[in-house]
């Protein structure tokens, strides 16, 4: 072996050490210890903070009609490795409808899956009032006409941790319409009240001299 093809054989040795030694170390994702599984962690932003308390409302939720009697107005869940909240409105009925939740960035987005067959979809990007999620008017779906009425805003406040209420604004030829608002509680949070019971009456005296 010559003098000049052993220099470069070990310029080039050297220069490989050289490069792992500068190279730094690859994060790896964090792991899931009870399930065996890597994932990677989300950063924390408003959207997302906001979005992890909005999941909370996921159960079942009833609402009173005028005569005070309780109706299945809501059945949430989460789903999609928790990337999602499905609910589905008046759940079995003929107007059932179903809204989807998810994050988009720095916003929370809301499809609304209308039973007219339109699906306007509203952002959320204001998390300054806690538990209040205002959604305005992004783009719709399916819609067939632009005079065609949509739903386009949306207010959801979580007043506490059994009671929800929903403000929809629908909009007609771009107008705002007809307004409409659903007041809900979780379903077991609000026990029946009993009857009371009669008081028991005394039993006539008989006559004297019977």
Same mark, same amino acid.
């Given at each position: 072996?010559?003098?000049?093809?052993?220099?470069?054989?070990?310029?080039?040795?050297?220069?490989? /050490?050289?490069?792992?030694? /500068?190279?730094?170390?690859?994060?790896?994702?964090?792991?899931?210890?009870?399930?065996?599984?890597?994932?990677?962690?989300?950063?924390?932003?408003?959207?997302?903070?906001?979005?992890?308390?909005?999941?909370?409302?996921?159960?079942?939720?009833?609402?009173?009609?005028?005569?005070?009697?309780?109706?299945?107005?809501?059945?949430?869940?989460?789903?999609?490795?928790?990337?999602?909240?499905?609910?589905?409105?008046?759940?079995?009925?003929?107007?059932?409808?179903?809204?989807?939740?998810? /994050?988009?960035?720095?916003?929370?987005?809301?499809?609304?899956?209308?039973?007219?067959?339109?699906?306007?979809?509203?952002?959320?990007?204001?998390?300054?009032?806690?538990?209040?999620?205002?959604?305005?008017?992004?783009?719709?779906?399916?819609?067939?006409?632009?005079?065609?009425?949509?739903?386009?805003?949306?207010? /959801?406040?979580?007043?506490?941790?059994?009671?929800?209420?929903?403000?929809?604004?629908?909009?007609?030829?771009?107008?705002?319409?007809?307004?409409?608002?659903?007041?809900?509680?979780?379903?077991?949070?609000?026990?029946?009240?009993?009857?009371?019971?009669?008081?028991?009456?005394?039993?006539?005296?008989?006559?004297?001299?019977?």
């Amino acid at each position: 072996m010559n003098l000049t093809r052993t220099m470069l054989i070990l310029m080039l040795a050297g220069g490989a /050490l050289m490069a792992g030694g /500068l190279a730094q170390p690859e994060k790896s994702p964090e792991k899931n210890t009870e399930k065996g599984e890597f994932t990677q962690k989300p950063a924390v932003t408003p959207a997302a903070e906001a979005f992890s308390k909005l999941k909370a409302i996921a159960g079942t939720w009833d609402m009173a009609d005028e005569e005070g009697k309780n109706h299945h107005a809501l059945e949430s869940k989460v789903s999609s490795a928790g990337s999602i909240l499905r609910e589905v409105m008046f759940p079995g009925a003929d107007h059932e409808m179903t809204n989807m939740y998810h /994050l988009d960035g720095d916003a929370i987005i809301a499809t609304h899956y209308c039973a007219i067959g339109n699906q306007p979809r509203m952002a959320c990007t204001d998390f300054s009032k806690p538990g209040v999620y205002h959604f305005t008017f992004r783009d719709v779906t399916n819609r067939a006409t632009p005079d065609d009425a949509y739903m386009g805003e949306l207010t /959801l406040t979580i007043v506490d941790a059994d009671t929800l209420t929903q403000h929809w604004v629908h909009f007609v030829k771009g107008e705002r319409g007809g307004e409409v608002t659903f007041e809900m509680k979780r379903r077991g949070a609000v026990k029946a009240t009993p009857e009371p019971k009669p008081e028991a009456k005394p039993s006539p005296k008989a006559p004297a001299g019977s």
